[in-house]
């Protein structure tokens, strides 16, 4: 089946004419290799559909949640699923029904899968941690007294549910039982027990074993403006809207205003920090015209982008491979481990994701990226998966992992560099529309 497949698929990304998607779409989606002379359009469907399969072929068999990661790691085996990436592999399930990867059947299946799960699985007062048991539904602690919800990762299933509530629309008995269930999931959260009794912030982490023990109030400017957002946009457990002002933008890094390499950047830390912070809250919130009283949000996420690009061309530390060509810091696997990379904490590791999630704001930066990383740098990279989680040739070092809350906004920022889809989708929500308004946001998109 697979050697009739892989042709039609390189038929279809060279622009030949293949069978409709109905009458060849199998269960598992085909990977290829590298594929010469392919246009700025056919690369980009071959990156997202193979890095698709990610969320496809090697979501949990069980759960259909997306898995931590594709090396077992922290000593939990084969069965840890991510809430988090979970909610970025939702998207994509959008994306591939939308690019006709998958029919609107299996993405439904598939969705109904995930929520029935969802339904009987841990959570806390709604909020869900941040590692599930994909077989059971009970959590994977993420440390010793993380064994509770995690809010924020809660913030991205959920920037993901309310995408797929909106595009599920059909009169269908599957997808009113779709949209049913988010909208269950979705009133459950109670957003307002994590203001810890009322205080003016929201926290990161309840436990039922440990309370509140983790004391972590989430303030800004980094990648959860978007927890703030969803919890001013609660339906039954919402949170004042005064919390905003009191909490979130109550930190050391929250407003910046200095410049770097030329570029003005609002908001957060010296150089911008990892690129993910421009990248997972706007997922689903669309930057573009999005402005409240502390920044221009298009322009943040730009600059924030362009310091990281010219920081990476510049190369103060030497780095063998950075340039043009090969930029990208953020968080993900590296030759020690993992760790959060940046241009103050520059340790010669380059993550595709950073780059090819930054399509919607750096278009023309970011495809040499993918052209230097496909076809350069392909035969070390390139996987079943699409690129692999991060390389740095300093150290000869080239990651063989893949890790869900990398791999899903390659997809999906890719997606909203091309048509928009999961912009449009988020904020179509009344409820988001309404959050925002509580916080004197202006966005075309909700007057």
């Excluded at 322009?299 to 990208?328: M, R, S």
């Amino acid at each position: 089946m697979k050697k009739i497949l892989i042709p039609l698929f390189i038929m279809t990304v060279l622009g030949c004419k293949a069978q409709s998607p109905s009458q060849t779409m199998p269960d598992s989606i085909p990977a290829v290799g590298i594929i010469k002379g392919l246009s700025d359009s056919a690369l980009l469907d071959v990156v997202q559909r193979q890095t698709f399969r990610y969320f496809w072929d090697f979501g949990h068999p069980v759960s259909g949640l997306a898995r931590e990661r594709s090396n077992i790691a922290y000593n939990y085996g084969t069965e840890v699923v991510t809430i988090g990436g979970s909610g970025f592999g939702v998207m994509d399930i959008i994306v591939a029904t939308n690019r006709h990867w998958i029919t609107r059947e299996q993405a439904d299946n598939r969705m109904l899968k995930i929520l029935r799960f969802l339904y009987k699985a841990d959570s806390f007062h709604g909020v869900f941690p941040h590692w599930l048991n994909g077989a059971t539904g009970k959590v994977i602690p993420f440390g010793r007294k993380d064994d509770g919800g995690d809010l924020v990762e809660t913030s991205y299933l959920f920037e993901g549910l309310l995408c797929a509530r909106q595009y599920f629309s059909e009169d269908t008995r599957k997808e009113q039982e779709i949209r049913g269930m988010i909208n269950g999931l979705w009133n459950d959260v109670e957003w307002s027990w994590y203001t810890h009794d009322g205080r003016d912030n929201l926290y990161w982490h309840w436990s039922p074993n440990n309370g509140w023990a983790m004391n972590f109030p989430i303030r800004g400017f980094n990648e959860c403006l978007i927890t703030y957002i969803l919890a001013e946009s609660g339906t039954r457990y919402p949170v004042p809207a005064d919390i905003y002002k009191k909490g979130w933008v109550q930190s050391d890094f929250f407003k910046n205003g200095k410049t770097f390499y030329g570029y003005k950047l609002p908001l957060g830390f010296d150089y911008g920090g990892p690129l993910f912070f421009s990248q997972y809250s706007f997922m689903g919130l669309d930057p573009k015209g999005l402005k409240d009283e502390y920044a221009d949000y298009w322009q943040q996420n730009l600059n924030h982008t362009l310091i990281n690009h010219a920081y990476c061309v510049d190369n103060p530390k030497h780095f063998k491979g950075y340039g043009p060509d090969c930029w990208g810091l953020t968080a993900s696997d590296n030759f020690e481990g993992y760790n959060a990379h940046s241009p103050t904490n520059d340790l010669g590791v380059i993550s595709p994701t950073a780059a090819l999630s930054a399509f919607p704001y750096t278009p023309d930066y970011s495809m040499k990226a993918l052209r230097h990383f496909y076809y350069d740098m392909g035969d070390k990279i390139w996987g079943p998966y699409g690129f692999t989680d991060a390389f740095s040739e300093s150290h000869n070092w080239y990651g063989r992992s893949y890790l869900a809350i990398d791999e899903g906004p390659i997809i999906g920022m890719i997606e909203n560099y091309r048509s928009g889809l999961l912009w449009n989708l988020f904020m179509s929500c009344p409820e988001v529309k309404a959050g925002l308004k509580k916080l004197d946001f202006e966005s075309p998109k909700i007057n």
